[in-house]
């Protein structure tokens, strides 16, 4: 992606988000565009593109560059492209321990599980830490631990915003077992955007955390649009419908 192509459209999608749920002109944020299940593009204020389990690269708002970077959190075709990713032109991690420092980005990945603890298939599936516009996004990929280790705990430190499945049959993740529940309680962000999920779950994370929708693929965050308290957050194509059906409020109403 052109340097100057990128800050002029996370530019403008700071700005044309301005007193409609996301920043206020003044604000330096992140850019986030998401594209269902779990694929996440992020934009640091300067415009570097973080790519995250990149399953449909057609559905990318630009091609892939040689400034951008891709994380992949395990090998399972919903989060991995591997054609896309053999061909990557930028930096990337895939399901691996691994670290990325730049002026505007830090990335660091760790261990987890995509079952049950004792993990008995640790490195199944990777988290992925990323520090940008002074805050810590993490993408848990579809971690199914029971509970997270102190050693997870502490590399993943204090979280603003969690990409975490809350239903997976293939994690044996449900609302009757609520182990991903579990897991933001031990984390306590201060947003999480569900990627997996299923009605059952959707019910109960509403009634277990004040909920928000938005309607669009794009939003701009920054540490001011963010609460002090957990909240959840439904993007996608079906954010409108589990809105409107549970009459809840839109992102950034008080």
């Known amino acids: 992606m052109n340097t100057i192509f990128a800050f002029l459209m996370v530019s403008t999608l ?6 409609c749920g996301g920043l206020k002109s003044s604000d330096m944020g992140v850019a986030l565009y998401y594209e269902e299940n779990a ?36 090998s ?13 032109p930028g930096k990337q991690i895939r399901i691996e321990k691994g670290s990325i420092q730049q002026a505007d980005v830090n990335i660091q990945s760790i261990q987890g599980s995509h079952n049950s603890t004792p993990p008995p298939d640790q490195g199944s599936n990777y988290i992925y830490i990323v520090d940008m516009g002074s805050m810590r996004f993490v993408h848990f990929g579809d971690l199914g631990q029971d509970s997270l280790t102190p050693e997870q705990l502490t590399a993943i430190g204090k979280v603003d915003v969690a990409f975490m499945q809350l239903a997976n049959s293939y994690s044996s993740m449900d609302v009757t077992n609520k182990k991903g529940f579990n897991l933001m309680d031990q984390v306590k962000p201060r947003l ?27 939003l701009a965050l920054s540490p001011a649009s963010l609460g002090s308290e957990t909240r959840i957050l439904f993007l996608g194509d079906l954010s409108k419908a589990v809105g409107k059906a549970n009459n809840l409020p839109l992102w950034g109403s008080k």
Not at 14 to 19: E, V
Not at 47 to 70: E, F, H, K, S
């Open 14 to 19: 700071l700005f044309s988000l301005a007193g």
């Open 39 to 74: 694929q996440v593009e992020l934009f640091s204020p300067p415009g570097t593109r973080v790519l995250i389990d990149i399953a449909n690269p057609y559905a990318l708002l630009n091609p892939a560059g040689a400034n951008d970077i891709l994380l992949t959190t395990h």
């Open 76 to 88: 399972h075709g919903d989060h991995l492209n591997t054609s896309f990713a053999d061909s990557f």
């Open 192 to 218: 999480i955007i569900p990627t997996h999920i299923d009605e059952s779950a959707t019910q109960y994370a509403i009634q277990k955390w004040p909920a928000y929708y938005w309607d669009q693929k794009s």
